[in-house]
C-alpha cells in the first residue's frame, strides 16, 4: 500500500503536475482515487453472469420463472366445472375467461377451499364493457348503468355465463345506443327506425345471423325529401334528377344525423 | 380481490372518459413525480445560466447574485433525480446504471449527463469559487469544524494571490464548459420526451429547445425569488441595479421561450397531423385551464407585460420590487404548468385519437400531492444548509463589518 503512494508521490514529483498549482495537483488526486476506487468496486458489484445473453442477468430468468403463478387458466376451470363453462362455450361470453370476473384462480386450483373464487355482485364490474360509450361497436349491448334498473345488482336479471337479455328488447336503443341517441337530436327523431330498416323478428334473438336491410337506392330518401314528394313536414326538398346523380344519399348525408357534415 | 380493487380503482376514472380509450390508457402511468422532475432540472440549469452570465459574459451588475445562483444550482440538482428514483421504486438500484451502461437507453444516459453536470461542472465550480473562503473558515475553527472545512478544501492551503488569479481562471473555464453542459441537462430532459414518436403531443424536435428556454426563465425568476426573500432576511438592502438587470434577463428570455412557443403551436396548427383534432380538443377541454391560463396568461403574457410596463415607465423603487416579486411567482407558476401540461398532457388523450381520459392525483403515497411537496421544498432546505456551511457572503459581510469600523 505504502509503495503505491511512494509511487503516486514520485510520479507527481517527477513529471510536470509538480510545477503545476496545488489546486490542480489535489484534484488530480481525488480524480484518481475516484476512478480507482470506481474501477475496484465496479468488478464486484456487477453480477457475474451479467450480459451472458444480453443487458441483462441471466438469473433474471430463473427469477421470472420463479414467480408465483396467480392466475390458472380457462382450461383449468373446465375439469371441475363443466356445467357453468359448457353454458359460457355457448353463449354471448364464450370468449372470455373465468378469471376476468372471478379474479385469478390459481390459488383455487390448489386448494379449493381456502381460496374461494370473487362473486362479484357489485353493479360496478360489467359497466367496464357494457356502460354506454359512444365509440363502442354498434351493437354491442350498451347500458346508462344510473338509469338501467340503478337498484339491482347486474346478476339479479342476468346470468353472466349465458348472458342474453331476460327478454327480448322492446326497444332498438338497447343495442343500437350510439345511433338511437344521435337520431334523438336530429331531425330524423320521429322517424321509426324500421321505416328504413326492415328487420326480421329473430334479429333480436340472433343479431348476427338475421340483419336488418338498408335502403338501397335514392328513391327511398326520396319519398320525404323530393320535390313533389306528398309529405307534410319540413323536409328539405331536391331534385332528384339533377342533385349530384353519381352518388348515392348516404354517402354524403349521415340518416342518423342527418345534419351533421 | 385483485379484480375487485381494479375495478374500484377505474371505475371513477371510466366516468370521466371521453370518446374511445385503449384499456391501457384509463390510467395515467406518469404523475405528478413526473412533472416535478424536469420542472426541478430547469430550475437548475437556469440558475446556473444565471450565473455565468457573471462569470463569462462579465455582467457586473448580476455579481450579488452569482454565488446564490450556484448553491441553488446544487440544492436543486441534488433533489432532482429523488422524484425519479421515487416513481421508478428501487432506488437502492439506481447506481447500476453506471455500472452497467446501456448506451440504447436515453433514460439510462441520463445518469451521465447528470452526473457530469453535478461533479464536473457544478462542484467543481464551487469548489475553486469557495476555496479561499474554505482555507479561512478552516483556519479560523477549530476542532470538527475545522477538519470538516479542511476535508472540504481538500486539504488545500495555498492562498496566495497566484492562486486565487487562478482559481479565477478556473472558474471562468468550467463555467464555459458548464453552459453547453446546462443546455445538455434541460435539453436533454425535453429530448426525453420529443424522442417520444408515438406520442404526437411530445414528438417534435423544438421540444428540447422549448424546454432549456423555460428551464432559463424558472431559474432566473427562482433567483430573483431568493434573492428577494434572503438579502432582507440578512439585514441587508436589495440592490436595486441589480435586481433590474435579472427582470431584464427574465424578460428577454421570456421573450424567447414565448416565441418559440408559438412556434411550436404554429408548426402544428401548420402541419395538422392526423392528431390534431383530438390535440384540439385536448386543449380546448382538459388543458384550458393550466395551458390557456395558467400557462400562457397567468405564468408569461402578465409577467411579461407587468416587466414591460415597469421597463416603459418611471415606477418607484419599491413597487418595482413588488411587481418583480409578483412576476418571478407568475413565472414559477407559469413554467410548472408548462411542465404539467407536457406530462400530464400527453398522457390524456388515446393513441387511437379518439378520446380523452383524466389524471386523478391522490394526496397520500408515494405519487402523492403530500411527497411532491416535500420534494419541493427539500432544494430550499438543502440550500439554507448551504449558506449555513459555505457562508457565501462572508467576504461581503467581512468588508461591511470593517468599512463601519473605520467609520
Redesign the interface.
Known amino acids: 500500500m505504502l509503495s503505491i503512494f511512494r509511487n503516486i508521490r514520485g510520479f507527481m514529483m517527477n513529471s510536470w503536475l509538480s510545477k503545476a498549482?496545488?489546486?490542480i495537483k489535489?484534484?488530480v488526486v481525488?480524480v484518481i482515487l475516484v476512478i480507482s476506487a470506481f474501477l475496484i468496486i465496479?468488478p464486484l458489484?456487477?453480477p457475474d453472469d451479467?450480459?451472458e445473453l444480453g443487458?441483462f442477468r441471466t438469473g433474471a430468468l430463473n427469477d421470472a420463472v420463479a414467480i408465483e403463478f396467480?392466475y390458472a387458466g380457462r382450461a383449468s376451470c373446465v375439469e371441475c366445472h363443466d356445467d357453468m363453462t359448457e353454458m359460457l362455450a355457448a353463449g354471448y361470453h364464450k370468449k372470455l375467461s373465468c378469471?376476468?370476473?372471478?379474479?385469478?384462480l390459481a390459488g383455487h386450483i390448489e386448494d379449493s377451499d381456502e381460496n374461494e373464487p370473487?362473486f362479484?355482485r357489485?353493479r360496478?364490474?360489467c359497466?367496464?364493457c357494457h356502460?354506454y360509450?359512444?365509440?363502442?361497436p354498434t351493437g354491442f349491448p350498451q347500458i346508462v348503468s344510473q338509469s338501467h334498473n340503478s337498484l339491482k345488482s347486474c346478476v339479479t336479471c342476468h346470468e353472466p355465463h349465458d348472458p342474453a337479455p331476460p327478454e327480448v328488447p322492446s326497444e332498438c336503443s338497447a343495442c343500437h345506443g350510439e345511433i338511437s341517441r344521435s337520431k334523438a337530436v336530429s331531425h330524423h327523431m320521429d322517424v321509426e327506425c324500421e321505416f328504413c330498416h326492415t328487420t326480421p323478428e329473430l334479429h333480436k334473438i340472433s343479431p348476427r345471423q338475421y340483419r336488418p336491410d338498408k335502403p338501397q337506392n335514392r328513391e327511398f330518401c326520396g319519398q320525404c325529401h323530393t320535390k313533389n314528394a306528398s309529405n307534410d313536414t319540413d323536409a328539405p326538398l331536391i331534385n332528384l334528377a339533377t342533385h349530384e346523380t353519381r352518388y348515392d344519399c348516404w354517402q354524403c348525408h349521415y340518416p342518423h344525423l342527418p345534419e351533421a357534415r | 380481490?385483485?379484480?375487485?380493487e381494479i375495478?374500484?380503482h377505474?371505475?371513477p376514472l371510466?366516468d370521466e372518459?371521453t370518446?374511445?380509450i385503449f384499456p391501457n390508457e384509463i390510467e395515467l402511468h406518469w404523475g405528478l413525480l413526473v412533472v416535478i422532475y424536469p420542472y426541478l432540472t430547469g430550475l437548475v440549469a437556469g440558475a446556473f445560466i444565471l450565473a455565468s452570465l457573471v462569470k463569462v459574459f462579465n455582467v457586473k451588475e448580476l455579481q450579488p447574485t452569482y454565488r446564490l445562483s450556484l448553491l441553488t444550482a446544487l440544492a436543486f440538482i441534488i433533489i432532482a433525480p429523488l422524484p425519479l428514483l421515487a416513481h421508478l421504486g428501487h432506488p437502492e438500484k439506481s447506481?447500476?446504471i453506471f455500472?452497467?451502461p446501456?448506451v440504447?437507453s436515453a433514460m439510462a444516459m441520463f445518469g451521465f449527463v447528470y452526473a457530469w453536470y453535478l461533479m464536473a461542472v457544478l462542484l467543481?465550480e464551487l469548489w475553486?469559487d469557495f476555496?479561499k473562503d474554505l482555507i479561512l473558515m478552516a483556519n479560523e475553527s477549530r476542532g470538527i469544524k475545522k477538519w470538516f472545512y479542511k476535508t472540504l478544501s481538500?486539504?488545500?492551503?495555498?492562498i496566495s494571490d497566484?492562486?486565487v488569479a487562478?482559481?479565477h481562471k478556473?472558474v471562468r473555464v468550467i463555467t464555459i464548459i458548464g453552459i453547453p453542459s446546462a443546455f445538455l441537462l434541460h435539453g436533454y430532459v425535453g429530448f426525453l420526451f420529443g424522442s417520444i414518436k408515438a406520442n404526437p403531443w411530445w414528438s417534435s424536435v423544438l421540444i428540447p429547445i422549448v424546454f432549456l428556454f423555460s428551464a432559463i426563465v424558472s431559474g432566473v425568476a427562482l433567483v430573483i425569488l431568493l434573492y428577494m426573500i434572503i438579502t432582507p432576511l440578512r439585514n441587508k438592502i436589495v440592490d436595486m441595479i441589480c435586481l433590474d438587470k435579472l427582470a431584464s434577463y427574465l424578460f428577454y428570455i421570456m421573450i424567447v421561450d414565448f416565441s418559440l412557443e408559438i412556434l411550436d403551436f404554429i408548426h402544428r396548427v401548420y402541419e395538422s397531423e392526423e392528431s390534431i383534432k383530438i390535440l384540439a380538443s385536448l386543449v380546448q377541454n382538459r388543458l384550458f385551464s393550466s395551458l390557456v391560463i395558467m400557462q400562457v396568461l397567468i405564468g408569461m403574457i402578465i409577467p411579461l407585460f407587468t416587466i414591460a410596463g415597469v421597463k416603459t415607465f418611471k415606477v418607484p423603487a419599491d413597487l418595482r420590487k413588488l411587481l418583480y416579486f409578483i412576476s418571478a411567482i407568475l413565472v414559477q407558476v407559469g413554467i410548472f404548468s408548462t411542465r404539467w401540461n407536457v406530462v400530464i398532457g400527453g398522457q390524456l388523450f388515446s393513441k387511437s385519437f379518439?378520446?380523452l381520459t383524466t389524471y386523478k392525483m391522490t394526496f397520500f403515497g408515494l405519487e402523492g400531492l403530500l411527497v411532491s411537496i416535500a420534494l419541493l421544498i427539500m432544494p430550499f432546505i438543502i440550500l439554507w444548509m448551504l449558506i449555513k456551511i459555505l457562508k457565501p457572503w462572508r467576504a461581503e459581510d467581512a468588508a461591511v463589518a470593517a468599512h463601519s469600523a473605520s467609520q
Not at chain 2, 380481490?1 to 375487485?4: V, W
Not at chain 2, 481538500?154 to 495555498?158: P, T
Open positions: 498549482p496545488e489546486q489535489l484534484l481525488v465496479r458489484l456487477i451479467f450480459g443487458h396467480k378469471e376476468v370476473c372471478h379474479g385469478p370473487s362479484p357489485e360496478t364490474l359497466p367496464v356502460e360509450l359512444s365509440s363502442r | 380481490m385483485i379484480m375487485e375495478v374500484q377505474l371505475t371510466l372518459v370518446g374511445y447506481f447500476e455500472l452497467t446501456n440504447n467543481l475553486f476555496r481538500l486539504f488545500s492551503k495555498d497566484k492562486a487562478f482559481d478556473a379518439m378520446g
